[in-house]
Structures are given as C-alpha cells and as structure tokens.
C-alpha cells in the first residue's frame, strides 16, 4: 500500500512486531537508565589525574569541604569492602579482611588471612569495640567507648584544622576499588609522623590510608580493594550475641572519661604522673580502671593528626622489690606496645614516637 | 716436631714403660730440647720413686703410723705431726652432708622466692600491658584518622624488643 499524498511507502505493521519494537524501545530505555545511573557511582576518571583538572574551587575551602564530608557523611553511610592491611616495618605484614560498614559506631571487621588472625572480628557499636580473638583461646575483650566518641572526635579535628593546628593538603587523585579517589594530607603543627587519607569524592568514605614516621618513611598502609554501597545490613549484624561464644574479659577502661588528671588523683594511691611531651600535644582525656593497689591510669595526648595514650600502674608490694637486674631505662616492646618499669610503677605507651621523644618521656617518668 | 701436650703424656707411660721404641727416642729428643718437659720428667721420675716405698695397699691405721714416723724424722712434709682425730668418721661424714644440705635449701629457697617476685611482677605488667593493648584498639576503631586494621595486626606480630623505631613493630 501506499500514501499518495507523500510517496512514501507505508506499510502496515503487524501487531506481533509493534509489541516487539516496543519491547525493545523499553529495554534500551532502561539500559540508558542503567549507564546513566552506573556512571553516577563509578566514573570513568584514569588512575591519576593533576590537581589542578579535580579542584574546582580554591584549594583551601575544597580540602575542608573533603574533610566535612569524610567526618560527617562519609561516617553514616553504609558499604560493604574487601581490605588489605600492610605494616612496613622490621618485616613487611600483611592480612586481609571484610570490612562492614552500617553506619556511626556500627562496623564489623572479619579477618580472613593470615591463618593466625583468621576468624577474627573486631565489633563496634554504641558500647565501644568488642575484640573476638580465636586463637589461642577464644576470648572477647571489650573497650569501652561512649557513643558520641566519633562524633566528639570529627568535632575536634575539625576544630583543629579551622584553627590551623592541623594542615589539610590536597596531594593529589587517585582510584581506588574502582572509586575516584582525593588524596588528603594531615599534618600536625610542627614536625613530626602524619598521614595520608584517600577518601571516595562521591561519599566522602575513606577508601584508602597511610601513616608516615617524621622522616616520611611509611609505617602501615590500609586499602580496600572492593566497595559496594548498595548493601544494607540486619540490626543484629553489629550485636555482641552475633559473635561467637566465648569469655569476656573485663572491660577497659571501667570509668567514663575524667575532665583532668587532678580528678583521676582521687582514690589513686600513687602519684600520677605526665610526661614531658612536644608542645603540640595536648591532653585530651583520663581514664582510671580498677580500684586500689590495682588501680591503672590512662592519660590520652594528641597533636590532632596522632595519638599517644600512656597507662600507669603500680606495682604490687611482692611484684616491687628489686629482683634481678634494675630495670632498664630502654623500653620494650610486646603486643606493639612499649614498655618499662622505673620506681615501681610500670608505664605503657602506644603510639609514634621517635627515640629521643620516647627517651624524654621516660626519663620525665622518673 | 712433638708438642708439649703429646710429650707430657709420653712422659707418664714412659715411666710406666709402656712407650715403643721409637716414642721413646721421640720424646728423648723433645724432653732434650724442651726445659719444661724435662722439669716435668725429673719430677714425675722422683715422684713415682717415692710412691714405690709404699709396697701394696696400706689401711688407714697403717699410713697413719708411716706417715707419722717419717714426720716425726723431720723431712721435707713437715714437723707437725698428725694424729688421727679420735671422733669417728663417719659422724663428720653427716656433719658435712647436713651443712651441704642446708646451704642448698638456703639457695633453692631465695631462687624461689626472687622467682615468684620476678613472676608476679612479669603478671602485673603483662595485665597492663592487656589494658593498654585494648585501649588502644578501642580508640584505633572509634578515631576517624586511626586504623584499627593495622594496630591489632602490629599487636599480633610485635617481635622488635627496642622502642628505638618509630611506629609499629
């Protein structure tokens, strides 16, 4: 058949092949959707870009506006990844874990290698972290940590960083797992360790860290390897019962955080002392656990970048009398910690420090 | 050339006459040229001669009386003469096991008492260094800048005993 008027040849179309090309018209629709809606949370941005084509405002405001996202936003969204952690030390250490994100103080860490950490769970929630260990034993310790711990603590870095006691530089771009990537540097107010954080430009989520000795060697390395926003988890996913059974070992610290150490003085039976630090550090809460003889002090100092929390403790009548040889005024080392015995007291410091800072808050302990 | 160690072991069987022939010109010809072997051969020789008097095993009464009446001629051992103690033996005997024995319970007794100070002291800074351990992990899982990852996999593997590094070890 055909339209006179116009010479064009119109044909009449069966129905089976309308719905067909309908059909179709409606896939295509939904595949654009689909690009279109992929495009929003992976963009095709190459590994590397320079500042200069990611900043689009000045410098300054765009490394707060990161910051703002990472410590508020970037807290409360959930996701799903597959981490790599790496210290780089004497010898290089490596294991990897899931990492799953339901929000503020809701995260649960599984390990999966190396065989010692394997089955492993760090939980935390609103009561602090609870530290599932199988091996040798299976044992639960639980810290402490108040709710609004994350949030008091996002409040004073950026605090700290409007105040200019905390440098944020934008280093650079990067992808990571597949999510472009800024890549942030935190510096104290003098010399001394810091650290890099790559966080997800979309969500503001931390994708990636690294810390730094004062030197610029680096120390340990985080990464995730795989994200996926588009989880969503049970309420008892982020539940102490969802851990394994085991016993729970006392929690530390057993008080909420004093206001100074004058308060924490009261009801300790030694003398607490505080140790000789850089003027960039400052002390940023208290703690007692125990009573008595068996009463232990923990003083927490930071430079708004990296944290140094000290633990005192006396040591019982029988435990202080000299045996073998003095103690020794060069610190040991166990579980990443280190420590000494001067005076019958035992000190415990974690944290990074170099030599000669550590020489002077052990000889200012004396 | 023969050593001194081997020629003083010559020496002792060559006196027993229990070297070949051809030891014996060896060490003829050390002892010769070495001063300090052939002191040691003459004394060896005048020993083993003086040990000879004493023909066949003597019991104590015996070599008490012979030593005594050599004593008592005043040669080269001395002029005091000794006498055989009249308490019996044996009773010193138990004396000294009992004094022995003493001594070494003082001994086992301070070793055990500096052990359990030492290990009691050893618990004590074991559970603070617990306490810190936790507290540390805690405040690495609530601290935005913190990575907790890291901090439980240096727990697990601290092996350096020296604070002279920075950072995790």
Known sequence: MSDGGSGLLVRRLPPRVHLSLAALGAVGQLALMAVASDAQLRPREPTALPVAASVEQPSAGRERALMRRFLLSGQRIPYYAEQTTRIIGARALESRQVVKHGGVMRERIEYLSPARLRGEVMLVNGDGLWHYRPLPEPRISHGIAHRDAVADMARDLLAAVRAKRVSVRLVGTEVVADRAAAVLELRGREAGPYKRIWLDEATGVRLRNEAFSSAGVMLSTSYFTRIDYSVRYSPGEFTPASLPSAPVDAAVPASPPLASVAEAQIGTSFSIREPSLPVRYSLKGVWVSGTGRKRSVILRYSDGVNALLLVQRHLADQASRRVGPPASTTPQRRWGVAYWVSDDMVYTLTGTVRPEIMRRIVESLR | ?169
Not at chain 2, 24 to 39: I, K
Not at chain 2, 91 to 104: L, S, Y
Not at chain 2, 108 to 131: F, G, I
């Open chain 2, 1 to 169: 050339m023969m050593h001194c160690a081997r020629a003083q072991r010559l020496i002792s069987l060559d006196i027993d006459q229990r070297l070949s022939a051809r030891d014996v010109v060896r060490l003829q010809v050390h002892v010769g040229a070495c001063p300090d072997c052939a002191a040691l051969a003459r004394q060896m020789r005048t020993t083993v001669a003086e040990l000879r008097v004493l023909t066949g095993p003597v019991s104590d009464d015996r070599f008490i009386r012979g030593l005594n009446a050599r004593l008592s001629d005043g040669n080269a051992l001395g002029t005091t003469k000794m006498t055989r103690p009249q308490i019996g033996r044996g009773r010193w005997h138990i004396v000294g096991a009992c004094t022995v024995c003493a001594a070494i319970a003082l001994v086992l007794a301070a070793h055990l008492n500096l052990d359990m100070s030492a290990r009691s002291r050893d618990a004590e800074v074991s559970r603070t260094l617990t306490a810190a351990r936790a507290h540390a992990l805690t405040y690495a899982a609530t601290s935005p800048l913190e990575d907790v990852a890291a901090a439980n996999l240096a727990a697990h593997y601290a092996a350096d005993r020296s604070a002279e590094k920075p950072g995790y070890e």
